[in-house]
């Protein structure tokens, strides 16, 4: 009997609020730096809406869901770092840590070069002094990523779309925003020194020999800084479009504001798309590129065959990251 869009307009949106009402409908969000707006219309009358004054497009609030895992059964809903019998879990400096000092064959780095980039001269080169919006399902702050999770003032443990009263920094949030974050800033090592026979230890021994005390768990730009933006529920269920952006009208906001530097933002999540680069993202991409703020986005867990690139990762002005395989049998 109803139907979720996402509407744009070219113009202030408070007519058109009014506007959608009258048909019966009612407003969900109605985002601060992009001119749209997400409503409930009636089915009867959405022809409707194409006709209400300044409306640009109308698009479907189409549900966003997180990767499916085969294996979502046995892993944890949340990744909270817990010492395993002998091993401790330690969080490092890295200024006290040099390039060099680094074990052979840290095999994250040789597949994406980040190593290659890191100056021990330069920490801006690791990622000091960068803020990074992960806009996912939230980051607990464990042991690897204490150093890097900050929030601001109204918003201290980062911003909640979904309003769950469930913090975006709590261990009750699905595993995947507290994954993407380590990848991103992790800074721990795991000391296997009382357990050196232990499994976990003795399976990289004969490819990478890492010293016993020390098996980091570093992340690409490990220096760097986490706002986490939760907009998936603390299950791991999907979430409308409208939810998504909410997140990121509030980052807009933090940087118009001056009240956050954020620098660039993480969107490891994405959908199907009819209009490559000219959907409802790309909209409030074009504000964040404006406001100076790099977007990253997954190219989506498909492929390679076509139209298998998901939605903001089509978009023209994200930087879009895909998988990569060295394995000579793929």
């Known amino acids: 009997e109803t139907i979720d869009v996402i509407i744009l307009a070219d113009r202030s949106t408070k007519t058109l609020v009014k506007q959608i009402k009258s048909l019966g409908g009612s407003v969900s969000q109605q985002y601060k730096n992009v001119t749209a707006?997400?409503?409930?219309?009636?089915?009867?009358?959405?022809?409707?809406?194409?006709?209400?004054?300044?409306?640009?497009?109308?698009?479907?609030?189409?549900?966003?869901?997180?990767?499916?895992?085969?294996?979502?059964?046995?892993?944890?809903?949340?990744?909270?770092?817990?010492?395993?019998?002998?091993?401790?879990v330690q969080s490092i400096d890295l200024a006290n840590i040099t390039s060099s000092e680094l074990p052979e064959g840290y095999a994250n780095f040789l597949y994406t070069g980040a190593l290659s980039l890191w100056d021990d001269e330069d920490p801006t080169s690791k990622g000091e002094g960068t803020i990074v919006a992960v806009v996912d399902t939230g980051t607990y702050p464990n042991v690897c990523l204490d150093h890097a999770v900050i929030g601001v003032s109204g918003f201290e443990d980062g911003y909640n779309a979904i309003d769950d009263d469930i913090p975006a920094t709590s261990p009750l949030n699905h595993w995947h925003g507290t994954h993407v974050s380590g990848v991103i800033a992790s800074n721990c090592v795991y000391d296997f020194s009382s357990v050196p026979s232990h499994p976990i230890y003795q399976a990289q021994l004969p490819y990478l020999g890492w010293p016993v005390n020390f098996l980091p768990i570093l992340g690409q730009a490990?220096?760097?800084?986490?706002?986490?933006?939760?907009?998936?529920?603390?299950?791991?269920?999907?979430?409308?479009?409208?939810?998504?952006?909410?997140?990121?009208?509030?980052?807009?906001?933090?940087?118009?504001?001056?009240?956050?530097?954020?620098?660039?933002?993480?969107?490891?999540?994405?959908?199907?798309?009819?209009?490559?680069?000219?959907?409802?993202?790309?909209?409030?991409?074009?504000?964040?590129?404006?406001?100076?703020?790099?977007?990253?986005?997954?190219?989506?867990?498909?492929?390679?065959?076509?139209?298998?690139?998901?939605?903001?990762?089509?978009?023209?002005?994200?930087?879009?990251?895909?998988?990569?395989?060295?394995?000579?049998?793929?």
Do not use: C
């Open 37 to 88: 707006v997400a409503a409930t219309i009636p089915a009867d009358k959405l022809g409707l809406v194409a006709t209400l004054s300044g409306v640009t497009s109308v698009q479907k609030d189409e549900m966003v869901y997180l990767p499916e895992e085969k294996d979502d059964e046995l892993r944890p809903m949340s990744y909270v770092v817990e010492d395993m019998a002998g091993i401790e």
């Open 222 to 330: 490990p220096s760097a800084q986490i706002y986490p933006v939760k907009v998936f529920p603390a299950d791991g269920s999907g979430s409308p479009t409208s939810v998504i952006l909410d997140g990121l009208d509030h980052v807009l906001s933090l940087k118009k504001q001056g009240v956050l530097d954020i620098d660039i933002i993480n969107m490891s999540l994405g959908g199907p798309t009819y209009w490559d680069g000219r959907d409802v993202y790309d909209r409030f991409l074009e504000q964040l590129v404006d406001a100076d703020i790099l977007v990253v986005t997954s190219a989506g867990n498909e492929g390679p065959v076509p139209n298998s690139v998901g939605s903001p990762g089509t978009s023209f002005g994200a930087l879009s990251v895909g998988a990569l395989d060295y394995a000579p049998s793929s």
